[in-house]
């Protein structure tokens, strides 16, 4: 049984910055395999990609509201993957959720292409 725990999370000044993490276990294939994507829902908007890492080659993707201030990241040796945030805005606040899938470019991707998800981590923006 996939489990993915995100954590990193918390308040933070407009303008800072938060790791997120994703660690994952009970995978059928090695963690290398596996795309990791992340996503956010904001209280009332809908849940949207922010990024997303591919399974093999590692190619990239962003939502064009977070591109040059995240920057998604992985660690096969520690099946974890990382989502940087920098220069953070009040509307990233969100809860923030990673979700995985083996075999996966994240080309196009979308949340109906991921099985496993973890329960989220809330970011809050404020002054």
């Known amino acids: 049984q996939v489990q993915l725990v995100e954590s990193g999370g918390g308040l933070v000044q407009p303008g800072g910055s938060l790791r997120l993490a994703c660690a994952a276990s009970?995978?059928?294939?090695?963690?290398?395999?596996?795309?990791i994507a992340w996503f956010r829902q904001a209280p009332g908007k809908e849940r949207e990609g922010v990024s997303c890492?591919?399974?093999?080659?590692?190619?990239?993707s962003y939502a064009d509201s977070v591109k040059g201030r995240f920057t998604v990241s992985r660690d096969n040796a520690k099946n974890t993957g990382y989502l940087q945030m920098s220069n953070l805005k009040r509307e990233d606040t969100a809860v923030y959720y990673c979700?995985?899938?083996?075999?996966?470019?994240?080309?196009?991707?979308?949340?109906?292409?991921?099985?496993?998800w973890g329960s989220g981590t809330q970011v809050t923006v404020s002054s």
């Open positions: 979700a995985v899938r083996p075999f996966l470019r994240c080309s196009g991707y979308a949340a109906v292409d991921f099985g496993s």
């Open positions: 009970g995978l059928t294939y090695d963690f290398q395999y596996h795309a």
């Open positions: 890492i591919s399974s093999t080659d590692d190619t990239t």
